[in-house]
Antibody, heavy 119, light 115 residues
Framework: EVQLVESGGGLVKPGGSLRLACAGS????????MSWVRQPPGKGLEWLGL??????????DYAAPVKGRFTISRDDSKNTLYLQMNNLKTEDTALYYC??????????WGQGTLVTVSS | QSALTQPASVSGSPGQSITISCTGT?????????VSWYQHHPGKAHKVIIY???NRPSGVSNRFSGSKSGNTASLTISGLQAGDEADYYC???????????????FGGGTKLTVL
């Protein structure tokens, strides 16, 4: 059974940084394309970006609103995906999910970790 | 990219069929056969129920079906059951209008109530 467990969320001040992690199990993490998605309170889902597998170049794509502030990386030796978030804004407050990518979209999902940006 | 448009809510009685629409543009839904649908029960992980417009993952009931016409994708649930009450989201592949890189866009979500 695929399991994705996010961690690292919390309260951070505007302008601050935070690194989220997502531990994967039950699948071959090394071969998986992975992504991050968020959902602000009372709003819809927003795709943030993805990282391809090492064999596919480990390249990344980002959504325009977060490009340059957020960085996705992976450590295949730890089966872990990361999201480094810098210069955080109040509008970054959201539940952050990691997902596998397959079938042309997000496939398996974690249950999310909450990030609150507030002074 | 603008979010895809879904109705905020739909409802149906047990045994009935309902359809949830997901309207985009030629740049997303209409341009690619990469539409997915997700079911979300509060407190649980999102579950993919349809991928690539009409494909069902192993283990997903054949009561769930997907289709697409032009810029609108649809999810149909037949033989409604109480356990189908959940939030449903669509998503589509697109390309970022600024960077031309791969991107995905989601619908705002539809709350299904089983009466």
């Amino acid at each position: 059974e695929v399991q994705l467990v996010e961690s690292g969320g919390g309260l951070v001040k505007p302008g601050g940084s935070l690194r989220l992690a997502c531990a994967g199990s039950g699948f071959t993490f090394t071969n998986a394309w992975m992504s991050w998605v968020r959902q602000p309170p009372g709003k819809g889902l927003e795709w943030l970006g993805l990282i391809k597998s090492k064999t596919d170049g480990e390249t990344t794509d980002y959504a325009a609103p977060v490009k340059g502030r957020f960085t996705i990386s992976r450590d295949d030796s730890k089966n872990t995906l990361y999201l480094q978030m810098n210069n955080l804004k109040t509008e970054d407050t959201a539940l952050y999910y990691c997902t596998t990518m397959a079938g042309g979209g997000c496939y398996d999902w974690g249950q999310g970790t909450l990030v609150t940006v507030s002074s | 990219q603008s979010a895809l448009t879904q109705p905020a809510s739909v409802s149906g009685s047990p045994g009935q069929s309902i359809t949830i629409s997901c309207t985009g543009t030629s740049g997303d839904v209409g341009g690619y056969d990469y539409v997915s649908w997700y079911q979300h029960h509060p407190g649980k992980a999102h579950k993919v129920i349809i991928y690539e417009v009409s494909n069902r993952p192993s283990g997903v009931s054949n009561r769930f079906s997907g289709s697409k016409s032009g810029n609108t994708a649809s999810l149909t649930i037949s033989g409604l059951q109480a356990g189908d009450e959940a939030d449903y989201y669509c998503s589509s592949y697109t390309t970022d209008s600024y960077t031309s890189s791969s991107s995905w866009v989601f619908g705002g979500g539809t709350k299904l109530t089983v009466l």
